[in-house]
């Protein structure tokens, strides 16, 4: 039940990035990388501040902002805030400087990567156990993304390179997810997470971008989108989703992104879903119920 619920919200997570790729597009017509990213995080620490104490009177619980007397879970709580929101926003900026020296399918498909990247540095760093179906799960989600996202001659280009750092990034930041938000408040967690993202977007938005009170209220709505939506809400869940579910089925669970991308872009903007794509639908699905079978069906061998 417990892994059920976390499968739910990672799923429901990925829904909503997925949808949220619409709002990054058009956004990005109107304010730069740094000004979008500092206004969907302010937006989402502002959300989820109050959610905090939402939470707390509907639970009983005494009103507090650390939700904790322990001042090792403080502390612990503040690091992994701090760490994780630092990781999200070097991620979110070399994604979207990639972005404009790269297309969206492909783009789409090397931040994919993360599902490939996860479990080995998993592996290497923190001795996870890797089962053999889960190796397979992340060959045949890998190869259904191909399909989903690429077509015709593959090239290689700077933007793709800045990409894969972004994937790197992204896996990173899975891991440590994973790491600090046992045992914590996922909300609170949250709310730090944005809070971190917001204070390192706006300063560098300050150095590098010149934003104007016009060009955001262009981009509004997809700033709200992103900022509520997106980030105060999908990131929660993601999580309140990964301190159920173990890092490599979470990698593969948040893929699903780039398939609801392609799905909403299908119901929403009628753009056409082509037979290739549906057959990358059906694998990546696929290697989702492969990693959640319990491995005694496959050996209880693992690979490094």
């Not at 417990?2 to 990672?10: D, E, H």
């Not at 992994?80 to 929101?85: K, P, R, V």
């Not at 990567?113 to 889960?134: D, M």
């Amino acid at each position: 039940m417990k892994q059920s619920s976390g499968i739910i919200m990672l799923t429901l997570c990925a829904l909503i990035w997925g949808t949220a790729f619409i709002a990054q597009s058009v956004g990005a017509q109107y304010v730069g990388p740094l000004t979008f990213n500092f206004s969907r995080s302010i937006l989402a620490s502002l959300f989820l501040f109050p959610c905090i104490f939402l939470f707390d009177a509907l639970a009983g619980k005494k009103l507090s902002l650390w939700g904790t007397e322990d001042n090792a879970a403080r502390h612990r709580l503040l690091r992994g805030g701090i760490i994780c929101g630092l990781i999200l926003t070097a991620d979110s900026l070399v994604q979207q400087i990639g972005m404009a020296y790269t297309t969206v399918g492909k783009g789409g498909f090397i931040t994919s990567l993360y599902i490939i990247i996860v479990p080995i540095l998993g592996r290497c760093f923190f001795g996870r156990t890797v089962h053999f179906q889960q190796w397979v799960s992340v060959l045949l989600a890998s190869i259904g993304m191909y399909f989903i996202c690429l077509s015709g001659v593959v090239s290689v280009n700077k933007g793709d390179l800045y990409i894969l750092v972004s994937a790197f990034c992204f896996a990173i930041h899975i891991l440590s997810v994973e790491y600090f938000a046992q045992d914590v408040d996922g909300v609170r967690f949250s709310f730090l997470q944005f809070l971190a993202c917001t204070v390192a977007n706006g300063l560098l938005m300050f150095i590098f971008e010149n934003p104007t009170t016009e060009q955001i209220n262009l981009a509004l709505i997809p700033i709200l989108y992103a900022g509520i939506m997106s980030s105060g809400i999908a990131y929660t869940l993601q999580i309140l989703g990964q301190a159920k579910v173990n890092a490599v089925l979470s990698s593969m669970l948040l893929s699903l992104e780039s398939v609801f991308a392609v799905l909403s872009g299908w119901l929403i903007l009628n753009q056409v879903l082509t037979l290739r794509e549906l057959f990358g639908c059906c694998l990546v699905f696929s290697a989702i119920i492969l990693a959640q079978l319990p491995p005694k069906y496959f050996g209880s061998r693992s690979q490094s």
